[in-house]
């Protein structure tokens, strides 16, 4: 074990004791089913099952897992174009997600998103967003609307180190502080934008000191552990609920994929690699989130290692069950390629939500 490895996993070690089993047995599951969806989704995609690009979160499982599970049920998110992880936390149905990326009618939404565009309003999920920075103002609107409706709900945006570059972030930032907005702004800050990395095009020391500009309060913290998450969160969740004020969050991270799943297959990378060939590599050996926190488990003799093995049995099971529902599912009608294009028509098959 690497001392970093054994450092991560002490601070889980003196913080397990503080949960329940039921809701560690809960993160270690959620942290596992996004783990495996995302290499069958994988999977899939390079066999040619799946249609156009996906962008993993492997390695990015406990900021979604924690975060989500600091929300009140009515509490919304805004994700991104890697946002498998962030809708499976927030309860997405699994079946339905992978159908949605493969493109059949039994899919979240009828397999006309796919991979980038997944929403259930019915959950609070307002979509994953192909735009870098996009779900940030929508989150802030639902923002705006919980408290012009008068009630506790808070949002919270989902961005990278990247999209945190972007206009329309820093106008957001402003205008939730402005109006006193009860919204979390959370960067999932995993050191590359695309290929370019964060100590080339991030001005100042942390992404979560620019919240000092807008008026409200920011924090980086370890995004690699899921209790850290979970209760840094959860404060600043509390604080914008009782405050109406935002927050910024920054959770260090790393994506353990590429930028997308067809990277590896354009040239210029053989040349010009954007991050240090062990990266990826000493990253799981030392701050794995589901091998630190299995780890933490066991050693703490909160869990048996029988029954996490269970888990991961189940999971599998589930996912190869989703990807079957999803391979099964028939592609959308020709004929129904309009429907639901123009606002004044009837949506039967979208939930009722109080979110449309």
Request: glycine share 10%.
């Amino acid at each position: 074990m690497s001392h970093e490895k054994s450092e991560q996993t002490e601070t889980l070690l003196s913080q397990v004791p503080e949960y329940e089993e039921e809701t560690l047995l809960e993160m270690y599951q959620q942290m596992q089913e996004i783990r495996e969806f995302e290499q069958k989704t994988s999977e899939l995609t390079e066999a040619g099952e799946l249609p156009g690009a996906v962008h993993l979160y492997l390695g990015q499982e406990a900021i979604a897992v924690g975060t989500c599970l600091a929300l009140g049920e009515d509490d919304f998110i805004g994700s991104t174009h890697r946002g498998h992880g962030h809708v499976l936390a927030k309860g997405g149905d699994i079946d339905r997600m992978m159908a949605e990326i493969a493109g059949r009618e039994t899919g979240l939404n009828r397999g006309r998103g796919g991979s980038m565009h997944m929403v259930d309003f019915s959950l609070g999920i307002f979509g994953c967003n192909a735009i870098v920075g996009g779900s940030v103002p929508h989150v802030a609107g639902g923002a705006l609307s919980a408290k012009l409706d008068g009630d506790d709900r808070v949002g919270v945006s989902f961005f990278g180190d990247g999209a945190s570059n972007e206009g329309v972030v820093h106008e957001t930032m402003n205008m939730a502080s402005v109006w006193d907005l009860p919204v979390v702004f959370l960067c999932e800050n995993n050191k590359y934008a695309v290929s370019t990395p964060e100590e080339y095009a991030v001005a100042g020391d942390q992404i979560s000191d620019r919240a000092d500009g807008y008026g409200f309060s920011g924090k980086t913290i370890n995004g690699q552990n899921v209790l850290t998450v979970f209760e840094e969160v959860k404060e600043a969740v509390e604080s914008a609920r009782e405050d109406s004020r935002p927050q910024l969050v920054e959770c260090k991270t790393l994506r353990y994929s590429g930028h997308f799943s067809g990277e590896k297959q354009l040239a210029w990378l053989e040349d010009r690699p954007y991050r240090p060939d062990d990266e990826v590599a000493t990253w799981k050996e030392r701050r794995d989130p589901i091998g630190s926190f299995r780890e933490a488990l066991v050693e703490g003799d909160v869990v048996p290692e029988a029954r996490l093995d269970e888990i991961d049995e189940e999971v599998a099971a589930e996912i190869e069950s989703a990807a079957e529902f999803a391979m099964e599912s028939d592609y959308p009608p020709a004929e129904k390629a309009v429907e639901n294009v123009y606002a004044d028509q009837d949506y039967p098959n979208l939930p009722a939500s109080k979110y449309r």
